[in-house]
C-alpha cells in the first residue's frame, strides 16, 4: 500500500477518536488514512476481541476490511516497550486485516510514562530503532509501519537523533508532534 504526499491523516487521541468519530469524520472526506486509539501492549498477545474492539473495521467485508465505511486505511497505533510484544501484537494484527501499523512514541501521560512506555522512550533514541527495526524487518513489507514521536522528553536536544532513529529503521513514514513531553 502506497499514499502519495501529502498525506492528510486524522491523529489519534485517546478518548475522542473512537471507530464511531472517525467514521463520522471520514465520511466527510478530506482524509486518507487514520489511526485507532492506542492499544497498550505489555506481555499479553491480545485477543482478536481486542483488536475489533479499538478496530471494528477489521471486521468489514474483503474490500472494506481494515477501512472505514468510506474507503480510508485505520492504521492500528500500539504503545509499549517490549519489541518482541510489539511484534507479536502487530503479527496478530495483520492477521486480522490490518493495513497498517503505528508505534506510539509520544503519549505524554505521566502513568504510560511510568511503566517505560510512549514519550519515555525518546530519552533513548537507540530503543525507539531497535523496536522499529525489529517490527519493520519482521512485518509484511507491503504493511507501512509509521512512528509517532514528540520533539523529545524533557529538552528538544535529541530532536535529530530521534527522528534518525526512526529513518534508519524504515519507518514508512513519521509524524513529529511539535513539542516535548514536559511541554504536554
Not at 486505511?73 to 507479536?88: K, P, R
Not at 509520544?106 to 512506555?117: F, L, T
Not at 527495526?133 to 529538552?155: A, M, Q, W, Y
Request: with cysteine; net charge positive.
Amino acid at each position: 500500500m502506497h499514499f502519495k504526499p501529502p498525506i492528510i491523516s486524522l491523529a489519534p487521541m485517546e478518548g475522542l477518536v473512537d471507530p464511531l468519530v472517525r467514521q463520522v469524520l471520514t465520511q466527510q472526506g478530506g482524509i486518507d488514512a487514520c489511526t485507532t486509539e492506542f492499544i497498550r501492549v505489555t506481555s499479553t498477545l491480545h485477543s482478536p476481541k481486542t483488536f475489533y474492539k479499538f478496530a471494528p473495521e477489521l471486521l468489514h467485508e474483503k474490500e472494506l476490511r481494515g477501512k472505514t465505511l468510506s474507503g480510508q486505511t485505520v492504521f492500528i497505533q500500539l504503545l509499549g516497550s517490549d519489541h518482541d510484544m510489539l511484534l507479536e501484537n502487530a503479527l496478530r494484527a495483520v492477521e486480522l486485516g490490518a493495513l497498517g501499523i503505528d508505534l506510539n512514541f509520544g503519549c505524554p501521560a505521566k502513568r504510560v510514562n511510568s511503566h517505560d512506555g510512549g514519550a519515555s522512550l525518546l530519552r533513548t533514541p537507540e530503543r525507539l530503532y531497535k523496536i522499529t527495526n525489529h517490527l519493520r524487518i519482521s512485518i509484511p513489507s507491503h504493511i507501512p509501519l509509521t512512528t509517532k514521536v514528540r520533539l523529545g522528553f524533557e529538552d528538544e536536544s535529541l530532536y535529530l537523533d530521534i527522528a534518525q532513529a526512526c529513518d534508519s529503521a524504515n519507518t514508512s513514514w513519521l509524524t513529529v508532534h511539535g513539542r516535548t513531553k514536559r511541554k504536554g
